[in-house]
């Protein structure tokens, strides 16, 4: 089947400095797909390069099997809500929804008919003789992706579209965006740095850094197998907790760090087993288990509680074991203060380790 997005070899400099280098990416039929990385990655440069609002330096970009790498913006077929709303101030939201397609010259008829479904749709339609002056955040935000959706895109690129809102306006916008797609089953690339909303709203996550693609893949293999140390310490919050050793796979494949000695019976490892050498392990707060439940656990510490964090539906236990500082999740009821002595545990199967020289995923 044709992928939906196809990117090929594509570069981005600007003078010596290269943005994108040499990316390639397929995105499918219908997908959700977001770009997922820290500030300056190269995630929201890339969403340019689609929408047509950056020239590349090389490589091509096809949409629909069409190769649209010199295409204008308006020629590519796609609709495209920013970070900021760019709403017309002059103009009611009907107004602003309809602006587009008045310049494009279609038929007033069908312009009301595309406004009114995009209203019904994303529930703005009391809203449509307002001006935004009159909007809070939220309808200002969905007015803007109704201006993408009258356009009756195939694609549609949204630009870290929730981050000038409030939380509980971000997690109520979220589930409208996932239930918009659900509905139109339209293929939608979403930029975001933060990783709730990569997980919650993916069919698959592109964790970027420095330009480039480290890991494509769903959400839960993204978070249970990261391609590399730095995706694991991305992903999750708080993040993994790591052991520094030494990986040895002579006999059973085991790993020491300290005079504590891991067997590793249940890992699986990404390939063949590798060579013995310098290593990581990874292993994550809700993994870890504390009190009776890590004393019949298969590694077990003795550690001390140096910070609590009550969430109501979990505790976060910062502690330090054997010289090493240690996140636990634990039940939202747990009865632990600073100072309590607790016994940590986790089972090496759910670990994941990491090459001391590459940082890929053993």
């Known amino acids: 089947m044709q992928p939906s997005i196809a990117i090929k070899n594509l570069t981005l400099s600007f003078g010596a400095l290269d943005v ?13 797909l977001v770009l997922l990385g820290s500030s300056g990655c190269g995630k929201s440069t890339l969403l340019n390069c689609i929408a047509g609002l950056l020239d590349v330096s090389d490589g091509q970009i096809f949409i629909g099997g069409r190769n649209v790498t010199w295409e204008e913006p308006s020629q590519r077929g796609i609709g495209m809500v920013f970070q900021s709303y760019a709403l017309y101030p002059q103009m009611t939201v009907a107004g602003n929804l309809s602006f587009g397609l008045k310049n494009a010259g279609l038929p007033k008829t ?26 809070s955040g939220g309808q200002r935000q969905r007015a ?17 579209p929730l981050s000038n809102l409030d939380a509980k306006l971000r997690a109520d916008l979220r589930v409208e965006i996932k239930q918009l797609h659900q509905k139109l089953s339209n293929t939608m690339i979403y930029v975001t740095h933060d990783q709730i909303e990569a997980m919650t709203l993916a069919d698959r996550i592109a964790i970027m850094r420095g330009g480039q ?11 249970n197998r990261p391609a590399n140390k730095y995706v694991a310490e991305f ?10 050793g ?18 590793l019976e249940g ?14 392990f990874g292993i994550r707060p809700e993994h870890m288990v504390s009190g009776p439940e890590a004393e019949q656990a298969k590694i077990s510490f003795n550690s001390q509680v140096e910070l609590v964090e009550p969430l ?7 502690v330090s074991a054997e010289g090493n500082t240690l996140w636990v999740r634990m039940d939202g009821q747990a009865s632990v203060d600073h100072g309590d002595n607790l016994t940590v545990g986790f089972d090496p199967a759910r670990a994941n380790l990491f090459d001391k020289k590459t940082e890929n995923r053993i």
């Open 213 to 223: 693609i480290l890991q494509l893949a769903s959400p839960n293999e993204i978070y």
């Open 246 to 263: 030494h990986l040895d796979t002579a006999i059973a494949p085991s790993f020491t760090t300290g005079d504590r000695t891991f067997p």
């Open 20 to 32: 994108l280098k040499d990316l390639n990416l397929d995105v499918g039929q219908g997908e959700f």
């Open 267 to 280: 890992y699986e490892f990404s390939g063949e087993v590798s060579a013995s050498g310098p290593a990581w």
């Open 144 to 160: 803007a992706i109704g201006r993408a959706l009258v356009r009756d895109a195939d694609v549609f690129l949204f630009d870290e």
């Open 235 to 244: 992903i999750g919050s708080p993040t993994m907790n790591f052991f520094d």
């Open 110 to 135: 069908e312009i009301a008919e595309r406004v009114n479904r995009a209203a019904k749709i994303l529930q703005i339609e009391p809203l449509l003789d307002r001006k935004p002056a009159a909007l």
């Open 312 to 318: 109501g539906s979990d505790t976060l236990a910062r």
